[in-house]
């Protein structure tokens, strides 16, 4: 029987995402790696969780996402054709699984825009961990189309739903998406979902200082007791596109300051390794964690890095995968799903090659770094890759 040889791991070059290129010979192509649940990466961190980008559209134009100075009408969005095909993602996503994932996070863009994403979700729901276990599979979307497709996802096999909303105000609301949203329609939408039984549910906040930041403590009365969680997330400095300023960064130990002086607030032990979000759980009177209140979750992505544990790759909707949120580089596996040759042992080990050369930890050097390094090279955009 002929030896046969892992594919090259070809890094992406992308118009947006402005990728450079690692000689693919780092990763020993010759050598195979098996998935067998034990990869870990330079700083031994596993592979546990996986975000998957199924499209690279969106409805909304958040300024700190997709501004409409950038997507505008004349934006070049990937060709049909481009895309993964759901069939390919469940056949990547199951190696994945087999390296150790348990949880699976759909995102876009606006993941519901993808046309049909129930049968998907119903393909990615019947993967099994290697313990034998239903994934944690989740979606996070902008919650504009959820109240109409929320008991949908459930029967498909959704397990919960994460919905950005930055704001109970409607003009700051109807602002910030920048197409004029009203905020009601989304409000319908996390109820539908916490109806239809996707939850826990949890809503982000990108926090924007001098933006929205005086909707914190709206939001933090509005979801208190509701059986959601509300994550407060520092603006980020991911890609070139949204202008970001440190000035504008409300840092998140600020955030749980002012929750804290109206709502006291304890804080709670992590729910997972390579959490986030730090918790923090409503006080009842006597200073002990109030269960039936519920708990907040701050994101501090730019004043406390959280790179330590991080166990996250995330795998863009053309099938290029990126080792962090930050990354100036990605990993061209959909010309291994394309190549009649290949098979899901060529696939495995191409992932195990790169995971196990991964040195990601931006957060932690961000203070050495600009968005653009001087070298040309740009980070990856959000909205490329998803959150």
Not at 58 to 75: G, L, S, T, V
């Given at each position: 029987?002929?030896?046969?040889?892992?594919?090259?791991?070809?890094?992406?070059?992308?118009?947006?995402?402005?990728?450079?290129?690692?000689?693919?010979?780092?990763?020993?192509?010759?050598?195979?790696?098996?998935?067998?649940?034990?990869?870990?990466?330079?700083?031994?961190?596993?592979?546990?969780?996986?975000?998957?980008?199924?499209?690279?559209?969106?409805?909304?134009?958040?300024?700190?996402?997709?501004?409409?100075?950038?997507?505008?009408?004349?934006?070049?969005?990937?060709?049909?054709?481009?895309?993964?095909?759901?069939?390919?993602?469940?056949?990547?996503?199951?190696?994945?699984?087999?390296?150790?994932?348990?949880?699976?996070?759909?995102?876009?863009?606006?993941?519901?825009?993808?046309?049909?994403?129930?049968?998907?979700?119903?393909?990615?729901?019947?993967?099994?961990?290697?313990?034998?276990?239903?994934?944690?599979?989740?979606?996070?979307?902008?919650?504009?189309?959820?109240?109409?497709?929320?008991?949908?996802?459930?029967?498909?096999?959704?397990?919960?739903?994460?919905?950005?909303?930055?704001?109970?105000?409607?003009?700051?609301?109807?602002?910030?998406?920048?197409?004029?949203?009203?905020?009601?329609?989304?409000?319908?939408?996390?109820?539908?979902?916490?109806?239809?039984?996707?939850?826990?549910?949890?809503?982000?906040?990108?926090?924007?200082?001098?933006?929205?930041?005086?909707?914190?403590?709206?939001?933090?009365?509005?979801?208190?007791?509701?059986?959601?969680v509300l994550r407060l997330i520092e603006?980020?400095?991911?890609?070139?596109?949204?202008?970001?300023?440190?000035?504008?960064?409300?840092?998140?130990?600020?955030?749980?300051?002012?929750?804290?002086?109206?709502?006291?607030?304890?804080?709670?032990?992590?729910?997972?390794?390579?959490?986030?979000?730090?918790?923090?759980?409503?006080?009842?009177?006597?200073?002990?964690?109030?269960?039936?209140?519920?708990?907040?979750?701050?994101?501090s992505s730019v004043t406390q890095a959280?790179?330590?544990?991080?166990?996250?790759?995330?795998?863009?909707?053309?099938?290029?995968?990126?080792?962090?949120?930050?990354?100036?580089?990605?990993?061209?596996?959909?010309?291994?799903?394309?190549?009649?040759?290949?098979?899901?042992?060529?696939?495995?080990?191409?992932?195990?090659?790169?995971?196990?050369?991964?040195?990601?930890?931006?957060?932690?050097?961000?203070?050495?770094?600009?968005?653009?390094?001087?070298?040309?090279?740009?980070?990856?955009?959000?909205?490329?890759?998803?959150?």
């Amino acid at each position: 029987m002929t030896e046969r040889h892992s594919p090259r791991v070809v890094p992406l070059i992308d118009q947006r995402s402005a990728s450079h290129h690692t000689p693919a010979a780092a990763f020993s192509p010759d050598t195979r790696i098996a998935a067998n649940g034990l990869l870990s990466d330079t700083l031994g961190r596993p592979l546990r969780d996986l975000r998957i980008s199924v499209t690279d559209r969106c409805n909304f134009r958040c300024n700190y996402c997709m501004p409409k100075e950038i997507f505008d009408k004349d934006y070049k969005y990937l060709p049909h054709s481009d895309l993964l095909s759901f069939e390919e993602i469940t056949r990547i996503a199951k190696v994945f699984v087999a390296h150790g994932v348990q949880k699976i996070r759909l995102t876009g863009g606006e993941p519901l825009l993808r046309k049909n994403i129930e049968l998907l979700i119903e393909q990615l729901s019947a993967l099994r961990t290697l313990e034998g276990q239903p994934l944690d599979l989740t979606l996070t979307t902008n919650g504009s189309l959820l109240a109409r497709k929320a008991r949908a996802l459930k029967a498909a096999g959704l397990q919960r739903v994460t919905v950005s909303l930055d704001g109970l105000d409607d003009a700051v609301f109807r602002s910030m998406n920048d197409v004029d949203f009203p905020v009601t329609d989304v409000l319908a939408g996390i109820e539908a979902a916490q109806e239809a039984g996707l939850g826990p549910i949890k809503i982000n906040m990108v926090v924007k200082r001098g933006t929205n930041a005086h909707e914190i403590l709206p939001m933090a009365r509005r979801f208190k007791g509701s059986g959601m969680v509300l994550r407060l997330i520092e603006y980020m400095d991911v890609g070139a596109t949204n202008g970001w300023r440190m000035n504008e960064v409300m840092p998140s130990a600020e955030v749980v300051q002012l929750i804290h002086a109206e709502l006291p607030l304890v804080q709670l032990e992590p729910a997972n390794p390579g959490e986030t979000a730090q918790r923090w759980g409503y006080a009842d009177a006597s200073g002990q964690h109030d269960a039936a209140a519920g708990e907040i979750g701050v994101i501090s992505s730019v004043t406390q890095a959280f790179c330590s544990d991080c166990n996250r790759a995330r795998l863009s909707t053309e099938g290029k995968l990126f080792l962090c949120l930050f990354a100036a580089q990605g990993y061209d596996l959909r010309s291994i799903l394309r190549n009649e040759n290949a098979d899901a042992a060529d696939l495995a080990s191409a992932i195990g090659h790169i995971w196990q050369g991964r040195t990601d930890r931006y957060s932690e050097l961000r203070s050495a770094m600009a968005a653009d390094t001087g070298t040309g090279i740009r980070r990856v955009e959000m909205s490329y890759i998803g959150g």
